[in-house]
């Protein structure tokens, strides 16, 4: 079992819509999760970053962390064309080994 | 503000021949310097983390080496490549008092 999951789509949505992405994760000790934009054929882009449960947001996009049912979503409101995108989840255990550990992604596309 | 640049972009190479990517980090001091291996349609793997100097931490035993001559360079090095080496090659960097890590922009290393 992979640390991270995350369904890899492809989600397509139209324009203006919200989207909900999501992980889950097996391991009680992440404290730390983040979510990376990563166009193609382009390195990971940093969107958000969250310590322990609750919620973050940063205009459009929202990112909440649910740590009792080990579940990481991000939202993504009035959805753009420009944000057709891979979205990859991270979490990290916060002390010493600072290494991420990704899920493998969930490519979006938002139809004009 | 920070930036961080990898060379070469692209790199096509013949199996058994050596490899050397370069990542270079600017606009901060002593950071934590970490190289990724993404395949196509999958997550991040973590390859090597360094917290320092001549400090290299490996993940994953594979034939391929990772070195920190200077703060803010970070070499991955292969004496003899492998078809399976092909893959995207990203290297990140994060401050030593914070886990969020910033990608550069990647090489695409295709082995044939």
Sequence with gaps: QKEVEQDPG???VPEGAIVSLNCTYSNSAFQYFMWYRQYSRKGPELLMYTYSSGNK???RFTAQVDKSSKYISLFIRDSQPSDSATYLCAANLG???RAL???SG???QVQP | SQTIHQWPATLVQPVG???SLECTVEGTSNPNLYWYRQAAGRGLQLLFY???IGQISSEVPQNLSASRPQDRQFILSSKKLLLSDSGFYLCAWSSGSYNEQ???PGTRLTVL
């Design chain 2, 17 to 19: 021949s050596p490899l």
């Design chain 1, 101 to 103: 550990t990704f899920g």
């Design chain 1, 106 to 108: 969930t490519r979006l």
């Design chain 2, 50 to 52: 360094s917290v320092g």
């Design chain 2, 102 to 104: 910033f990608f550069g």
């Design chain 1, 10 to 12: 492809p989600l397509s």
């Design chain 1, 95 to 97: 002390t010493g080994r």
């Design chain 1, 57 to 59: 947001e940063d205009g």
